[in-house]
Every structure is written in C-alpha cells, then in structure tokens.
C-alpha cells in the first residue's frame, strides 16, 4: 500500500532555510500530483503548494510564494518542498499528500523561533 515518510523538518531561527523531503513507495508516484499541506498548532490543515504528475506546473500558497519551492525526482519517488526566508508564521507540522485521494504521511515538524 501507498507510504509517504516526511523528513528535514527542525528549528530555525526567522529567515533561514529548510528542506523537506517525502519518499513515496507502494504507488506510481510520477503518475500523481503531489501537495504539501501544514497544520499549526491548533488550526486547521492549510494548503502550501501542488505540483502535477510531471513535474511541470507549481502552485503555491500567497503567502508563501516567492519564499518556497516545490519539486520531484519521480526517479527516486521523492517529493520535495525547498523552504527560504522562514517566518515564525511558517511554524507547522508539514504533511505530503497525494492530491487524488487525500493520503498524507505522518508529517514533520518545522518551528521557525529565535
């Protein structure tokens, strides 16, 4: 059955940088469009960024355009979101997500504080 395992969520101090990553397994990964969602403490899960199948077409948060990057290895099933210029507004647990259905992996934390 499908797997997403997030990592390289941590602490950062405002305007540093972070990478997360997600590798897929027991699923076609290059044949589904990926999102990356997050969930601060208390609130709602909000939508970050959407990247189709092929690895061609972003779309991203207002709030977090120009500051984050989504993108793919559909080679090594691995889903990425390049994260720059932290706020402490970033502050969430961060989840991969198969946009098809829903199935999100357990998620990886990211606290921007100084």
């Known amino acids: 059955q499908a797997q997403l395992v997030e990592s390289g969520g941590g602490l950062v101090q405002p305007g540093g940088s972070l990478r997360l990553s997600c590798a897929a397994s027991?699923?076609?990964?290059?044949?589904?469009?990926m999102s990356w969602i997050r969930q601060a403490p208390g609130k709602a899960f909000e939508w970050v960024s959407d990247?189709?199948?092929?690895?061609?077409?972003?779309n991203y948060l207002d709030s977090v355009k120009d500051r984050f990057i989504i993108s793919r290895d559909n080679v090594k099933n691995t889903l990425y979101l390049q994260m720059d210029s932290l706020k402490p507004e970033d502050t969430a647990v961060y989840f991969c997500?198969?946009?098809?259905?829903?199935?999100r992996g357990q998620g990886t934390q990211v606290t921007v504080s100084s």
């Open positions: 997500v198969i946009k098809q259905s829903g199935f």
């Open positions: 027991g699923f076609i990964f290059g044949s589904y469009e």
């Open positions: 990247i189709n199948a092929a690895g061609t077409r972003t």
